[in-house]
């Protein structure tokens, strides 16, 4: 695709239900990035993946959260038994680690609601 | 451990002024440093990327130098606008034995008033 892509967009959960974000990178981009923005705060990083392995998950902060990543391509970041705290937007980014000096292209974030 | 530190955490100017935001970075070693602009409820656009050898590179209004000897870092906003209004994200690309991993700041949070 033209840009990295992630869904849902929006989404709204009950707390202690799990949910799934989507995130599709720019074909070719060996390098995928996941992090968080909660309201007023940084990017947290999360979890870095190189192709299909995740060399630096070292962000994640509770063993409710988990990402995988298949094909080298798409990724997914499972939450779940979600809680309050975990609302935030999450943000993907992609990169070609094979070029020096790449850009890296971030998604337009998935905002994520526990109510 | 690699950090990448930002200051101001806030900064408030008033529109036509000027403003410098500062980065500086402990990554070692270091491949390349980029500047982000992230309007509020959007993802992050890039504004600069820079490599060691690289003082300064310019994107319109935005200006950004590179001191890879002191390892900082300032992005300079001429003329500012009420548009310019965001926060303000410097990422560090760690060398390829660290698999260039991207290592951000907390961000500038930039509000420019009329």
């Known amino acids: 695709g033209a840009g990295v892509s992630q869904s849902p967009s929006n989404k709204v959960t009950e707390k202690g239900k799990d949910v799934e974000l989507r995130c599709d990178p720019i074909s070719g981009h060996t390098a995928l990035y996941w992090y968080r923005q909660s309201l007023g705060q940084g990017l947290e990083f999360l979890i870095y993946?190189?192709?299909?392995?995740?060399?630096?998950k070292s962000g994640l902060p509770s063993d409710r959260f988990s990402a995988e990543r298949t094909g080298g391509s798409v990724s997914t970041l499972t939450i779940q038994r979600t809680q309050q705290e975990d609302s935030a937007v999450y943000l993907c980014a992609s990169t070609d680690r094979g070029r020096l000096n790449t850009e890296a292209f971030f998604g337009q974030g998935t905002r994520l609601t526990v109510v | 451990k690699n950090q990448v530190e930002q200051s101001p955490q806030s900064l408030i100017i008033l529109e036509g002024k000027n403003c410098t935001l500062q980065c500086n970075y402990t990554v070692s070693p270091f491949s390349n440093l980029r500047w982000y602009k992230q309007d509020t409820g959007r993802g992050p656009v890039s504004l600069t990327i820079m490599t060691f050898s690289e003082n300064t590179k310019s994107n319109g209004r935005y200006t950004a130098t590179l001191d890879a000897d002191t390892k900082q870092s300032s992005l300079h906003i001429t003329a500012s606008q009420l548009s310019d209004s965001a926060s303000y994200i410097c990422?560090?690309?760690?060398?390829?034995?660290?698999?260039?991993?991207?290592?951000f700041g907390q961000g500038t949070e930039l509000s420019v008033k009329p």
């Open positions: 990422v560090v690309s760690a060398g390829y034995n660290q698999g260039g991993k991207l290592i």
């Open positions: 993946f190189q192709g299909n392995s995740a060399p630096d």
